[in-house]
């Protein structure tokens, strides 16, 4: 685990968002209050989103444009055991080439998480910290570069 502090973490998304191709999976894992939903948007901000970006708790997903026909998708399964439909929208989410997918709490969608995908590890530090364990696989190794 590497402890950033929160203007690292700022950092940290702001230059994965801009290494990001299209057809990443980003799996977010960490506790309420770990900081995954504000990644995620220091994440769009480098992908040039100018919406405000939301936690998607309560609608499951959201979908956001993002520079050069790119798009991120944001699924959050936090009160979900079984996500029924929601898992072959995901699924077809991850098969899209111009689709960052991001997705907290992927617990119940397991399954349907393809293996090569970046796993980001959060855990609360205190309030100016954060523990992060990044996993990339070789086949995004631009992203090990970029950050």
Known sequence: MTKLTLSQVETLGLALGRALRGGECIELIGDVGTGKTTLTKHIARGLEIDEDVQSPSFTISRTYPAHEGLELHHYDFYRLDDAGIMKHELAESIHQPNAITVVEWGGSVSDVLPESRVSIRLNHDDETTRE???????TYSYLKEAI
């Open 132 to 138: 992060f364990d990044i996993s990339i696989p070789d």
